[in-house]
């Protein structure tokens, strides 16, 4: 957690209405969390996005139980939950994105199409549709987001996870983006996929030369 709890509710907030305003959320259909000390913030269940304001979003103890606030949490409480039992998730970020929907409608994974996709993981694991709030979504999630920072659920939308609130919002726009590019080439053919090869010499690239940091030149 970065900041005190007012000041991390009121960064979830900033997410919420930013994340609207992308067209990534529609009304109530999403969720945003971020791990704090003894819990999690995290939206309540119904909030508008677009109008979230800080006391939409609650403190949960370990148990679940509300800390701090005055509404019930999100349904999704259980997904996030699962979701930090990897010690590296600082952040969750659950939305309805509609590309996310839409490859979840006709694949059963997204693939490493470009390599920006090697942020959170290279390809994306659609797993089986379960009932939103359901433990078996929850568990399923996790065991993907073991191996990645985004899954995409069926028939219902995508997860993903940061270190931080700010990494994390920044995968779900780079899922949805990676889901628009793989959306608009299977129409015209198979879309061709990075080879593992390709990948490793990708993330080598990445590593001896700092793409992607802001630097000053020497």
């Known amino acids: 957690m970065t900041g005190s709890y007012d000041e991390v509710r009121e960064q979830i907030v900033a997410s919420c209405r930013g994340l609207a305003a992308s ?16 819990g999690i913030a995290i939206t309540a269940t119904g909030v508008v ?15 679940g ?23 590296a998730v600082g952040s969750v970020v659950h939305t309805h994105a509609p590309g996310s929907v839409a490859v979840s409608l006709v694949s ?4 490493c199409v470009h390599y920006q996709q090697l942020t959170f993981g290279g390809e994306v694991a659609v797993v089986p549709f379960s009932v939103f709030g359901s433990a078996k ?3 399923d999630a996790a065991a993907a ?23 994390a919002v920044a995968n779900t726009l780079l899922l949805e983006w990676a889901c628009d590019i793989y959306l608009r080439a299977r129409p015209i ?11 490793a010499d990708v993330i080598m690239a990445v590593v001896t030369s700092g793409y992607g940091t802001k ?3 020497e």
Not at 23 to 37: E, M
Not at 49 to 63: G, L, N, P, R
Not at 190 to 195: G, H, K, N, V, Y
């Open 189 to 199: 053919g198979t879309p061709a996929e990075l080879t593992p090869e390709q990948q």
């Open 215 to 217: 630097r000053q030149a």
């Open 108 to 111: 059963d994974r997204l693939p």
């Open 23 to 38: 067209g990534l959320v529609k009304g109530t259909a999403g969720n945003v969390s971020v791990r704090v000390d003894g």
């Open 137 to 139: 979504l929850a568990e």
């Open 49 to 63: 996005f677009a109008e979230a304001t800080a006391d939409d979003v609650v403190i949960v103890d370990d148990s």
């Open 65 to 87: 139980e509300v800390v701090i606030g005055a509404l019930v949490p999100s349904s999704e409480l259980g997904l996030h939950a699962a979701a930090y039992q990897d010690d």
């Open 145 to 167: 987001l073991s191996e990645a920072n985004a899954v995409i659920l069926a028939h219902h939308g995508a997860v993903t996870t940061g270190s931080t609130l700010a990494d």
